[in-house]
Structure formats: structure tokens, C-alpha cells
């Protein structure tokens, strides 16, 4: 069983940066693949980045290729999501989610089977 909880949401002006956090309950973390999704008021939730156990794979949607950057530090249970030159489209709540047993894409919310409650970012134009 993995808890996630996602932190560093909030209100920034468009061109801001802001770094989402994701903690992880558990010995586990670190053997999951890992990855951040988002949901805008009356859409879909969408796949935003993944990250693979080690690192050594990232994936970006076209949306946000460039501007936000996906990392974790094992040794702390701890995933990010460092988000520069913000843009109002990019208002959503965040979810961190982790692989688990799941077996879908990681690009697709079948991907994962633990997932944050979410934070609200806002960005103000």
C-alpha cells in the first residue's frame, strides 16, 4: 500500500514558476514508476509527465514539453514537478500517482493504481 500527498500548489501569475512535490508512504516508492496528471474544471483528467523507478526515463505531454520538468529522489520518497513559464491553460488540480500493480501506459490513468488527493494550481493571467 503507497499513500501520496502532493504539495506546492497555489496562485501564480502567468510566466511563474511553482514545484509541485509528491511524498510517498512506504518502502515501495522506489521501485514504482511514477507519474503527474492534471484536471481543468469540466475536462478530463490528462497525463502531464512519468518518470520511470530510476529515473533514467522521463515523458512529457506536447502541452507542457519544455516548460515543466519531472524528477524524484528516492531517498526521500519524495517526486516533483518543476513547472516554468506557466500559462493560464496550465490551471488545473494536480495528481501524483504511482504505478503499483497496474498495467496500463504510463501516459494513461490505467497506468497507475495509487493516487494524491491533488493540489490546485491557478495561474492568473
Known amino acids: 500500500q503507497v499513500q501520496l500527498v502532493e504539495s506546492g500548489g497555489g496562485l501564480v501569475q502567468a510566466g511563474g514558476e511553482l514545484r509541485l512535490s509528491c511524498t510517498a508512504s512506504?518502502?515501495?516508492?522506489?521501485?514504482?514508476?511514477m507519474g503527474w496528471f492534471r484536471q481543468a474544471p469540466g475536462k478530463e483528467r490528462e497525463f502531464v509527465a512519468t518518470i520511470s523507478a530510476s529515473s533514467s526515463i522521463t515523458a512529457y505531454a506536447d502541452s507542457v514539453k519544455g516548460r515543466f520538468t519531472i524528477s524524484r529522489d528516492n531517498a526521500k520518497n519524495t517526486m516533483y514537478l518543476q513547472m516554468n513559464s506557466l500559462k493560464p491553460e496550465d490551471t488545473a488540480v494536480y495528481y501524483c500517482?504511482?504505478?503499483?500493480?497496474?498495467?496500463?501506459?504510463?501516459?494513461?490513468?490505467?497506468?497507475?493504481?495509487?493516487w494524491g488527493p491533488g493540489t490546485q494550481v491557478t495561474v492568473s493571467s
Open positions: 512506504g518502502r515501495t516508492f522506489s521501485r514504482y514508476a
Open positions: 500517482a504511482a504505478r503499483g500493480s497496474a498495467r496500463g501506459g504510463l501516459t494513461t490513468q490505467q497506468g497507475y493504481e495509487y
